[in-house]
C-alpha cells in the first residue's frame, strides 16, 4: 500500500488543494493531508479551523484523512509510515522553491516527492489571493468549498 502525504499549511484550504487531493488517491492508495502548526507564520485560522475546514472539504474521499503537524514533516511521515510527499505548484517560482524543499527533505531522510499541477480550472488559486478577496467580502464562489466560504465569511464580518 503506496501511502502519501500532501502537507501545507492551507490557511484556508481552497479548490486547488481538493484539486491536488482527488488527483493524488488517484495514484497513492492513502493520502494524509498534513495541516502544519507553522506558528512562525501570521495565520488566519488556528490549526484546528483548517483541519475543521479541510476535513469537510474531503469528508466523501474515503482514502484521505486529515491530521495536524508540528515539526519536521520527515518526522512526521517517520511516525506515520508515510512514503511520499505530494506537492502542488502553480508557477515556475513556485517549483523553484519546491524543489528546494524536496531535496533537503530528500537529503534528511531519503524521501521522494512528487509534484503536482492543479487543472487550469484552479491554477490561478492560492490561499492569498483567497483571504485577500474575503477580507473584502468578494465573491468566492469557485475558489473554495462552501463550507470554507461560510467560515471565511463570519471571521471577516460578511453577510
Excluded at 503506496?2 to 484550504?13: E, N, S
Excluded at 484539486?19 to 507564520?41: C, E, G, H, Q, T
Excluded at 480550472?121 to 474575503?134: E, K, L, Q
Aim: one cysteine or more; proline letters at 4%.
Amino acid at each position: 500500500m503506496k501511502r502519501a502525504v500532501y502537507p501545507g499549511t492551507f490557511d484556508p484550504p481552497h479548490l486547488g488543494h481538493l484539486d491536488i487531493v482527488k488527483r493524488a488517491v488517484r495514484i497513492f492508495d492513502r493520502l494524509v493531508v498534513a495541516v502544519a502548526r507553522n506558528p512562525r507564520k501570521n495565520l488566519l485560522f488556528s490549526v484546528e479551523e483548517r483541519v475543521d475546514m479541510f476535513s469537510k472539504m474531503v469528508e466523501d474521499i474515503e482514502a484521505v484523512e486529515v491530521r495536524d503537524f508540528d515539526g519536521l514533516l520527515v518526522d512526521f511521515m517517520k511516525k506515520e509510515n508515510l512514503e511520499v510527499i505530494v506537492r502542488g505548484v502553480r508557477l515556475f517560482t513556485d517549483f523553484e522553491y519546491e524543489l528546494q524543499i524536496a531535496l533537503n527533505n530528500y537529503k534528511l531522510a531519503k524521501v521522494e516527492t512528487v509534484f503536482m499541477m492543479p487543472s487550469q480550472d484552479y491554477i490561478h488559486i492560492s490561499s492569498t489571493i483567497v483571504r485577500d478577496i474575503a477580507s473584502y467580502c468578494g465573491c468566492l464562489k469557485g475558489l473554495v468549498h462552501p463550507y470554507v466560504e461560510e467560515r471565511l465569511r463570519e471571521k471577516f464580518g460578511c453577510r
